[in-house]
């Protein structure tokens, strides 16, 4: 392979994007189909549709013509398969022993080409009570309310809960549509990795998957993250105050995202951040405290989380919005740097210890945006990030105005103390 790259990239005759990530030292194979025609390619006509194909697709085949003859021929290999939808994606994935690989590029390419696409009426009724179980998690709630507010009226922030709403309204005609439309070379990647040579891999993608048809390219209206600040308080029955605090983030692949996580460690996540040193040891109001982002193709969200009783959720946004403002005010230390960036250099390595996980990440960067930062070019940009792009980051996100999102028992109202940020 050449220079320092731990992936290859091919092409199969039809243009279907294949990346390999071979791997030695494990005794398994992965095969993944993922697309960019997640809920952000749906019309307004559409919406569910995405999810609900993922569903249909492991109901049944021509060749294994039920979900239970397809379960069985998985099992009977020694195989597991699974599907996901998000915002932005859908994927389709198995993996096997390195001896029985070619049965899971068999399957993977059956249930795409393939499927009967008909139980619609039992998918119909699993996805309400897939619905219903995520409405019943509070944190899960929470992240899904927090993607809507930051992307009000817009696909990539509809959430399974606009999906059960509009499942009167899905047809089977308005999935074939769907399927139809979106479910092209052009729009998906075959993603390989584990112990497989690389001739294999190129015949047997070729020889089950060449066969997709070409399509048109989905293209997603641009996403805005919504501008002004909002406090959007549900009342449930929980034990504690679930809260989040959001801004805009960075997109997938932008050149400033190393800065961002570094500030992102250092400000609330790890035993030693700020946050968690503030909330935890200090007040002694909070068990839990982080910070999890939302990387879009082209747009992204920072949120900071914590849970508290509910007599401390004013107590903790107040605390928050300090740490954030003498963050601003101070900037940081030459140890903090150090260690955050430690932090982020050690989580970027160890995932690229995980084959699933690197081969994952790459695939989405390569649907999404046509281009990969391998795990080298990212410890190498770390490594050279320094305070001063930590404190540019932390002024370009802080700029913008909170979007508060809360669950708790009974509260009705809270308030965001201003921001100030000095540009520099």
């Not at 049965?103 to 059956?110: E, K, L, N, R």
């Not at 308080?233 to 692949?253: C, H, M, V, Y």
């Amino acid at each position: 392979m050449a220079n320092d790259k731990d992936y290859e990239m091919f092409q199969l005759s039809n243009g279907l994007d294949v990346l390999l990530v071979p791997n030695r030292y494990v005794e398994s194979v992965y095969v993944c189909l993922k697309g960019k025609v997640g809920r952000r390619a749906e019309r307004d006509d559409e919406v569910g549709a995405a999810h609900f194909l993922e569903h249909l697709f492991f109901d049944g085949t021509q060749k294994r013509p039920s979900a239970l003859e397809i379960n069985r021929f998985i099992e009977s290999v020694g195989g597991s398969r699974q599907g996901f939808t998000t915002p932005e994606e859908v994927g389709y994935e198995s993996r096997v022993i390195k001896d029985n690989a070619e049965y899971m590029f068999d399957f993977i390419s059956d249930i795409f080409q393939n499927s009967l696409l008909e139980e619609f009426e039992k998918e119909r009724k699993v996805i309400a009570q897939e619905a219903a179980a995520d409405r019943d998690d509070p944190f899960g709630s929470l992240m899904r309310q927090r993607t809507k507010t930051m992307f009000p009226r817009q696909n990539v922030g509809r959430t399974i809960f606009d999906e059960e709403t509009n499942l009167p309204n899905m047809t089977p005609d308005i999935l074939r549509q769907y399927h139809q439309r979106t479910y092209t070379a052009n729009n998906f990647v075959l993603a390989v990795a584990g112990n497989i040579e690389t001739e294999e891999a190129h015949a047997l993608a070729e020889k089950y998957f060449s066969s997709i048809a070409r399509g048109e390219s989905v293209h997603p209206t641009l996403a805005e993250t919504r501008g002004e600040k909002v406090i959007d308080i549900e009342n449930r029955d929980t034990s504690q105050s679930k809260l989040a605090i959001s801004f805009t983030g960075l997109p997938l692949n932008h050149d400033m995202q190393p800065a961002m996580h570094i500030m992102r460690n250092l400000l609330g996540m790890g035993s030693s951040s700020r946050l968690y040193n503030r909330l935890r040891h200090e007040m002694n109001i909070a068990y839990f405290t982080g910070i999890r982002t939302l990387d879009l193709a082209d747009a992204g969200v920072f949120t900071i989380l914590t849970f508290v009783d509910e007599t401390n959720l004013q107590t903790a946004c107040d605390a928050i919005i300090e740490e954030i403002q003498k963050l601003l005010d101070e900037g940081v230390t030459d140890q903090e740097l150090e260690r955050a960036k430690n932090m982020y250099l050690s989580d970027v390595t160890f995932k690229s210890d995980d084959p699933d996980y690197v081969v994952n990440n790459y695939t989405s960067q390569h649907v999404l945006t046509g281009r990969i930062t391998s795990t080298s070019e990212k410890i190498e940009n770390a490594r050279n990030v320094g305070q001063a792009d930590v404190m540019k980051i932390a002024r370009e996100i802080f700029a913008d105005q909170p979007k508060v999102n809360v669950i708790t028992p009974t509260a009705g109202e809270i308030t965001i103390p201003e921001i100030s940020v000095h540009r520099q």
